[in-house]
């Protein structure tokens, strides 16, 4: 079992930066790929931005590209998205989650583990 926690979430301004963590517990991060997703008001959930277990793979939503990065610190348990130049279009709120396995998916039913997630606010 894994439990994952958000951080870093928040209210800010459109072009503002913000670095999300999510913080592992329960069983080494090294065993899991990892990836973001996201919820808005009124839509379905969507993968932000994933990686592999050792952080050579990557993936992101073509909204993302150039702006988000995902990286790992397994030592640390901790996967983190940081992400610059934010938009009112990525107010949502952003969950972490966890795969059994080596390889990143890009769909959200690929994971096993989810945590609670956290509010990012993006006001024009």
């Known amino acids: 079992q894994v439990q994952l926690v958000e951080s870093g979430g928040g209210l800010v301004q459109i072009g503002a930066s913000l670095r999300l963590s999510c913080a592992a517990s329960g069983r080494t991060l090294s065993n899991f790929a990892m990836g973001w997703f996201r919820q808005a008001p009124g839509k379905e959930r969507e993968v932000v931005a994933a990686i592999n277990w050792s952080g050579g793979s990557t993936y992101y939503t073509d909204s993302v590209k150039g702006r988000f990065t995902i990286s790992r610190h397994n030592a640390r348990n901790t996967v983190y998205l940081e992400m610059n130049s934010l938009k009112p279009e990525d107010t949502a709120i952003y969950y972490c989650?966890?795969?059994?396995?080596?390889?990143?998916?890009?769909?959200?039913?690929?994971?096993?583990?989810w945590g609670q997630g956290t509010q990012v606010t993006v006001s024009s």
């Open positions: 989650a966890a795969r059994t396995g080596s390889s990143w998916k890009a769909r959200g039913d690929e994971y096993d583990y």
